[in-house]
């Protein structure tokens, strides 16, 4: 029983061990000028000391909503490829029809112009 986890462990170790040497690589051999705008909290391109109260266009919930309902979607598709050479026809059928569903909402989406901010 051991010896089937056993390569499990060496990856895992190997891993972990190469995760910590490039972070402490790139603590010594990194540069580290310090400034003060450096030291400030960052938070997507927005001014922290900014007003909290302000409003966000619509379109910017939809493009988040959008990518992550297709985000979900396509974690749908990966046992799907996994399992393509030993599936029957009807399994196919149906992820044909699922995959054309998803075509049909990213053509609504397109024709709406939901990704043009302009308008």
Known sequence: MQSTYFPILIYSLIVIGLGVSF??????LGPSRKSTQKLEPYECGVNL???FRKRF???FYLIATFFILFDIETVFLIPWAVQFKTMNPLAIFEMIVFLFILFIGLIYILKKRVFEWDT
């Open 23 to 28: 972070l402490l690589l790139a603590i010594l």
């Open 49 to 51: 000391f900014d007003n």
């Open 57 to 59: 266009h619509v379109k």
